[in-house]
């Protein structure tokens, strides 16, 4: 590491259980959709993110997708939104809309995120060693910084330097790793990134970034990962 001035950090299968991801936060944005889009469906913020929704309708109606038909009715939103959530779709509308739910959840206690074991005290080693610590994932940055800000091991906010969503490109997009390189004022050479993913790698490495492929409990298995030096923890760094 001592080459490098910047980790940038995947969430999901990173710092993060899937299990968590797919089984705590989206049932609770299911579960929740329905009752904040009634209760807050006259914010500006939300309405906007029900814009993107049916922008996204549109595509999906012209793409003979078979999405749920889209009204004005809020229940009609709500059951949009949760079809997009069974597809695991990575839409800008959608995360941010998730972020807003997943918001009252953390606030009231009804949410608490896990990190794996070694992700606090890594996080904490990094930043005594002056290194630049960034999370890039297709959650918003809301979603991130509550994820971060309510985890079991306490408020890890204070580590973290930048947050990326997909508002900078998508994660499977060189230029996405280019942009954020460019907002860190770093070459990309300078930069470690770790996803589970190894399609979000390749566009990572074609951008200079050095690439690790995170192997974590309940990870499904990679395509070609024998392409990259994997790690199981980030003690390993």
Request: proline share 4%.
């Amino acid at each position: 590491m001592k080459s490098f001035r910047g980790i940038l950090l995947d969430i999901e299968g990173t710092t993060t259980p899937i299990a968590f991801v797919h089984d705590v936060l989206f049932s609770y944005a299911r579960a929740h959709a329905k009752e904040f889009l009634a209760n807050n469906f006259d914010s500006n913020e939300v309405r906007a993110d029900v814009a993107l929704l049916r922008e996204e309708h549109a595509r999906d109606v012209s793409e003979d997708r078979h999405p749920p038909l889209l009204s004005s009715e809020i229940d009609s939103i709500a059951a949009y939104i949760n079809w997009l959530i069974a597809q695991d779709r990575k839409s800008t509308g959608l995360k941010s809309l998730q972020g807003k739910i997943w918001r009252q959840g953390y606030l009231d206690g009804s949410l608490k995120s896990q990190v794996f074991a070694d992700v606090a005290p890594a996080l904490e080693r990094w930043r005594a060693a002056g290194l630049s610590i960034n999370i890039f994932s297709s959650g918003s940055v809301l979603a991130q910084q509550l994820l971060f800000a309510h985890t079991e091991a306490g408020d890890l906010t204070r580590f973290i330097d930048n947050y990326f969503d997909t508002n900078i490109g998508k994660k499977a997009e060189a230029d996405s790793y280019r942009r954020i390189a460019s907002a860190l004022t770093l070459l990309p050479t300078e930069i470690v990134f770790i996803s589970d993913v190894v399609s979000e790698l390749d566009a990572a490495s074609e951008a200079g970034m050095k690439p690790l492929l995170s192997i974590r409990p309940g990870n499904p298995p990679q395509p070609s990962a024998e392409r990259y030096q994997s790690i199981h923890n980030f003690d390993e760094l």
